[in-house]
């Protein structure tokens, strides 16, 4: 079984997919602790209920800081969450679990520190970080990118799973689902939708890519990395 930590920040419908996904053995991963930047938050509740370890690390304020600042602060809350795993891990006795090879982002609204990004980049070149992003990347990065969709007025909206790098909602992409939205009354509507293929999208792609059951190519052109399942 593949060790993997999932970061979170909110309600942890994506979390509760791959920890069911995981214990139905559709997913070849243990998880080793839920990391959470926010105190309180629903996807806590659904880790314990699911008996993974919790590590609440909350998130340092960065309105206001000159951009080296927010980068030191970053890199300090990324340092004090891999912290936080290795107690948890320590924690657990005898028998406790190696340290995770993924972070599976599930809904973590924080950007990572190039210290993260290299500390699991892998011997492939790639960061061993996984995210989904509620768009059809490189389509409506940032916040509330299904109500961004609904708001332009498009026709379809998708989700996207991606492998993480320095710049947000970049990095080679796993995974691409669209789904078409023009009968949809209201962006909530987009979401339900959008949620429910994240659902099923998140767990079948992390299934090949936590196995590394992939190849990566180079595109010379745009200096990008893509991933070719096989
Ligand atoms: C999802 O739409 C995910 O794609 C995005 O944030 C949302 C998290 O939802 N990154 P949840 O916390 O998993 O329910």
């Known amino acids: 079984m593949i060790p993997v930590a999932v970061l979170a920040s909110g309600r942890g419908s994506n979390f509760e997919a791959i920890a ?10 243990r998880i080793v602790a839920l990391v959470c930047d926010r105190p309180g938050a629903e996807v806590i509740s659904r880790a314990r209920a699911h008996g993974v370890p919790v590590a609440v690390v909350p998130g340092p304020k960065l309105a206001g800081l000159s951009d080296e600042a927010r980068a030191r602060a970053r890199e300090e809350h990324d340092r004090a969450i891999m912290s936080a795993i290795e107690r948890e891990l320590a924690g657990a006795g005898g028998d406790s679990p190696a340290l995770p090879r993924f972070l599976v982002l599930a809904g973590y609204m924080r950007l990572m520190s190039p210290w ?115």
């Open 116 to 230: 993260l990004i290299e500390r699991f980049r892998g011997e492939r070149g790639y960061s061993r970080i996984v995210n989904i992003h509620p768009s059809l990347l490189p389509a409506f990065p940032g916040v509330e990118s299904y109500a961004q969709a609904w708001r332009h007025g498009a026709k379809v909206a998708g989700a996207t799973v991606h492998l993480v790098e320095d710049a947000m909602d970049s990095g080679p992409i796993c995974a691409q689902e669209a789904f078409p939205i023009g009968g949809c009354r209201s962006a909530e509507e987009v979401e339900r939708l959008g949620l429910a293929v994240e659902h099923r999208l998140y767990p079948e792609t992390l299934a090949w890519v936590l196995s590394e059951r992939f190849d990566v190519e180079m595109d010379s052109t745009e200096r990008r990395l893509r991933v070719c399942p096989h």
């Open 20 to 29: 069911e996904a995981v214990s139905a053995g559709r997913l070849p991963a």
